[in-house]
């Protein structure tokens, strides 16, 4: 029994008529004052006050010895930065909470008004998440997840279980659907697969252990490399091709405009580039995992929940697929058909053409995502593939962490803060050409994490094209490296849909990802400042180093 509880009990079962004794002295002995001033310690850090009041601080503190250069919307907007970052980190307030604070903190310190601010929380992008949550739901609710995981695990987990071989098989197999549709629905897609794997193991060990606090370790590190890998990997494999991702196709309309005389980006030379890179990061992803979350005891604990003949065994007894599962399948393919071909080439534009250019990814997911609703189940007269009691398990809390990051994006834009920071690399002129490119990743990869990366290509590659002008060197020299920086979106929930994919199925945190996405992040730049100056003046024609402006 509770001691507070047997106590309470004890004292109200007394004779409450009887009087009660008072102590005869005035001051409190020394040790009742002394456990009250711990009892007070323990208290605030119980409430996580400390926490809390850390936002506010910060605020003040960079707002009262700030300094931009007579720039108060951009110091405001670094206050509140710091303000909102403390909180996601420290966990002060729920997450949903932290994500709404820009909807006071920016009016209150004019950064943007109200309903800027509110807008930002539903973007056309967070219309895409909203749909794919939906869809994920219902591939969840028919078990579609779990007949994909064990086709998969029963090809690559080996006899007995190789968790190597299992997360270079996830990995590889994520980098290579992410090349061909958006970084978000091979998330969604991916997650799915790994949460069919995932519910194999039990749950009450990778919170406290069970019986076996090792083999609950064990449970845990690679359930946290399973959902990392995939929400990596689907960010990497983007970067291979232009239709991987939102910020490659950024990057070649930007090209066209900015330099129309120029030699333009194709499919096969930005692939040339790309997928080597994305090849590297994809095996230092790989390696980094192994090495941090893998030991010699990880496949020996993993063989009891993912031997090859009982998945085999598992698979033939979920029997052919029935009618539910067959249209939700339809439903998601015809989905990623339509998120491939709504925007192509210049000479074969895509069907969003025929809507004049105002539909996008967001509109085509909610569309199929309303189907759901509307096509019969086959199982039970009237009913639905979907109805709405079957989505009580939407992530709202996710949703408002994504539209707090496109209402700092906005606020880094309209308080100046991008200009102000663009600004600092100026001292790129008459730099050699192999330290340019680090710095344009570097400068890109730090504001991706605040932002999607399709919000930060579209606000520095303006910066990066206008500065190569300037500085005398190849705009490619830079505007490259500040689309492959801004897909170096590793550390953060908000830094792409994906991560956010990711951290919604509760099994990683904020620290996981920063743990194991700096040195991914490090790498990156790292093999970008080798392939730029060498395989980039190949592909990009970039031998002379200055194009003619």
């Given at each position: 029994?509770d001691?507070?509880?047997?106590?309470?009990?004890?004292?109200s079962?007394?004779d409450?008529?009887?009087p009660?004794?008072?102590?005869v002295h005035d001051g409190?002995?020394?040790?009742?004052?002394?456990r009250?001033?711990c009892s007070?310690?323990g208290?605030?850090l119980?409430n996580?006050?400390?926490?809390?009041?850390?936002?506010p601080?910060?605020?003040a503190l960079?707002?009262?010895?700030?300094?931009?250069?007579?720039?108060?919307?951009?110091?405001n907007?670094?206050g509140?930065l710091?303000?909102?970052?403390?909180?996601?980190?420290?966990?002060?307030?729920p997450?949903?909470?932290?994500?709404m604070?820009?909807?006071?903190?920016?009016?209150?310190?004019?950064?943007?008004s109200?309903d800027?601010?509110a807008r930002?929380?539903m973007?056309?992008?967070?219309?895409l998440v909203?749909?794919?949550?939906?869809?994920?739901l219902?591939?969840e609710h028919?078990?579609?997840h779990?007949?994909?995981?064990?086709?998969?695990?029963?090809l690559?987990?080996?006899?007995?279980?190789k968790?190597?071989?299992?997360?270079l098989?996830?990995i590889?197999t994520?980098?290579?659907i992410?090349?061909w549709i958006?970084?978000t629905?091979?998330?969604?897609?991916?997650?799915?697969?790994?949460?069919?794997?995932?519910q194999r193991?039990?749950?009450?060990?990778?919170v406290?252990?069970?019986?076996?606090?090792?083999?609950?370790?064990?449970l845990q590190r690679?359930?946290k490399?399973?959902?990392?890998?995939?929400t990596?990997?689907s960010?990497?494999?983007?970067?291979a091709?232009?239709t991987?991702?939102?910020?490659?196709?950024i990057?070649?309309?930007?090209?066209?405009t900015?330099?129309?005389?120029?030699?333009?980006i194709?499919?096969?030379?930005?692939?040339s580039?790309g997928?080597p890179?994305?090849?590297?990061?994809?095996?230092?992803?790989w390696?980094?995992?192994?090495?941090?979350?893998?030991?010699?005891?990880?496949?020996?604990?993993?063989?009891d929940?993912?031997?090859?003949s009982h998945?085999?065994?598992?698979l033939s007894?979920?029997?052919?697929?029935?009618?539910a599962?067959?249209?939700?399948?339809?439903v998601?393919?015809?989905?990623?058909?339509?998120?491939?071909?709504r925007?192509?080439t210049?000479?074969?534009?895509g069907?969003?053409?025929?809507?004049?250019?105002?539909?996008?990814?967001?509109t085509v997911?909610?569309?199929m995502t309303?189907l759901l609703?509307?096509?019969?189940?086959?199982k039970n007269?009237?009913?639905?593939?979907?109805d709405?009691?079957?989505?009580?398990?939407?992530?709202w809390?996710?949703i408002l962490?994504?539209?707090a990051?496109?209402?700092?994006?906005?606020?880094?834009?309209?308080?100046?803060?991008?200009?102000?920071?663009?600004?600092?690399?100026g001292?790129?002129?008459g730099?050699?050409?192999?330290a340019i490119?680090?710095?344009?990743?570097?400068f890109s990869s730090?504001?991706?994490?605040f932002?999607?990366?399709?919000?930060?290509?579209?606000?520095?590659l303006p910066l990066l094209a206008?500065?190569g002008?300037?500085i005398?060197?190849h705009?490619l020299?830079?505007?490259?490296?500040g689309?492959?920086?801004?897909?170096?979106?590793y550390?953060?929930?908000?830094?792409?849909?994906?991560?956010v994919?990711?951290?919604g199925?509760?099994?990683?945190?904020i620290k996981?990802?920063?743990?194991?996405?700096?040195?991914?992040?490090?790498?990156?730049?790292?093999a970008?400042?080798?392939?730029?100056p060498?395989?980039?003046?190949?592909?990009?024609?970039?031998e002379?180093?200055v194009v003619a402006?």
């Open positions: 029994m001691p507070r509880r047997a106590i309470w009990e004890c004292s079962s007394e409450v008529t009887r009660l004794l008072l102590p409190m002995p020394s040790t009742t004052r002394g009250s001033c007070a310690l208290s605030v119980a996580k006050y400390l926490a809390v009041a850390s936002g601080a910060a605020c960079v707002c009262a010895l700030g300094d931009l250069g007579g720039h108060p919307a951009a110091r907007m670094l509140v710091a303000w909102v970052f403390l909180w996601w980190i420290t966990d002060a307030v997450l949903a909470v932290a994500s604070a820009p909807l006071f903190l920016f009016p209150a310190f004019g950064i943007a109200a800027d601010v930002a929380y973007d056309d992008v967070i219309s909203l749909g794919s949550f939906i869809l994920a219902a591939i028919y078990s579609i779990r007949r994909l995981a064990l086709n998969i695990t029963s690559f987990c080996g006899d007995p279980v968790p190597h071989l299992l997360l098989g996830i590889g994520t980098v290579f992410s090349m958006h970084n629905p091979c998330t969604v897609m991916m997650i799915q697969v790994a949460t069919g794997i995932l193991f039990p749950r009450d060990q990778l406290d252990g069970g019986g076996g606090r090792r083999r609950g370790r064990e690679f359930s490399a399973l959902v990392l890998g995939i990596f990997a960010t990497i494999g983007g970067m091709t232009l991987g991702t939102g910020a490659n196709i990057l070649v309309g930007m090209w066209s900015y330099f129309p005389e120029q030699r333009p194709t499919f096969s030379s930005w692939m580039f997928l890179m994305a090849l590297l990061l994809s095996v230092a992803l390696a980094t995992l192994c090495l941090m979350y893998c030991t010699k005891n990880t496949g020996r604990v993993l063989s929940y993912l031997d090859r998945l085999r065994r598992e007894l979920m029997g052919p697929m029935a009618f599962e067959k249209m939700v399948l339809a998601f393919g015809a989905l990623i058909v339509l998120w491939m071909t925007s192509l210049d000479d074969i534009p069907w969003a053409v025929l809507f004049d250019g105002k539909v996008g990814d967001g997911t909610i569309l309303t609703f509307i096509i019969p189940s086959g007269d009237g009913e639905k593939l979907m709405w009691g079957k989505c009580r398990k939407l992530q809390h996710i962490l994504l539209g990051g496109f209402a700092i994006a906005d606020g880094f834009k309209s308080s100046g803060l991008t200009d102000i920071l663009s600004a600092g690399l001292f790129l002129k730099a050699p050409a192999l490119p680090p710095v344009a990743c570097v730090l504001i991706t994490e932002t999607s990366d399709d919000a930060t290509t579209t606000l520095v206008e500065l002008k300037s005398g060197v705009p020299l830079l505007m490259v490296p689309t492959v920086g801004a897909q170096l979106s550390l953060l929930p908000t830094a792409t849909p994906g991560n994919v990711g951290f199925t509760g099994y990683i945190t996981d990802m920063v743990v194991t996405g700096l040195p991914i992040k490090l790498f990156g730049v790292a970008l400042t080798i392939l730029m060498t395989l980039g003046s190949l592909v990009f024609v970039m002379s180093g402006l």
